[in-house]
């Protein structure tokens, strides 16, 4: 199906005429499209405790907005909820006429200091059509740290070679 009973599209969607440029991170990107009240994408908690003193930890996605006629009742926010319930804010514009339209956006946002986090993504929409795109959600782990962990997978491996 394409989506709700309207007709309008909610989920994973391959490809679209209504973007102006492809997809930061292959093909698909999840969209909400007029969703006549709010709709909230909630994804896993993520587990950042071995990481959570590094600098370099980050959440990062891509949002693209349609050129459309917001009505004073529309609203957007991406937000994470990290460490079982403060809300950390990645894009929540008190007007959302200021936000870029027609381009996908990167936004990012520091974990550090955080062991857990969940990634939200919300549209509200009224009588008008509104679209959202959200694509190349990440979270980002320092490299020495993902080394470390890989290296006693190195070390199995080689081991299982020599005694071969």
Not at 47 to 57: G, I, N, R, V, Y
Not at 66 to 85: K, Q, Y
Request: negative net charge; glycine residues 10%; hydrophobic residues 40%.
């Amino acid at each position: 199906g394409d989506g709700l009973s309207d007709g309008d599209f909610i989920g994973v969607k391959t490809g679209s005429s209504h973007l102006s440029e492809a997809y930061p991170d292959g093909d698909q990107g999840y969209r909400f499209q007029d969703p006549d009240g709010t709709l909230t994408l909630q994804l896993d908690t993520v587990d950042l405790t071995a990481f959570s003193t590094d600098s370099a930890l980050k959440v990062s996605a891509a949002y693209y907005v349609n050129e459309t006629t917001w009505e004073s009742s529309d609203a957007m926010r991406i937000w994470v909820e990290v460490d079982g319930g403060l809300e950390l804010d990645m894009v929540n514009p008190l007007d959302v006429d200021d936000l870029t339209e027609g381009t996908f956006v990167d936004v990012d946002l520091s974990l550090t200091g955080y062991t857990t986090a969940t990634f939200y993504a919300s549209l509200t929409s009224g009588a008008s059509v509104e679209e959202m795109w959200v694509d190349h959600i990440r979270f980002t782990i320092p490299a020495p740290g993902s080394l470390m962990l890989l290296a006693p997978g190195i070390g199995l491996i080689a081991g299982r070679r020599r005694s071969a």
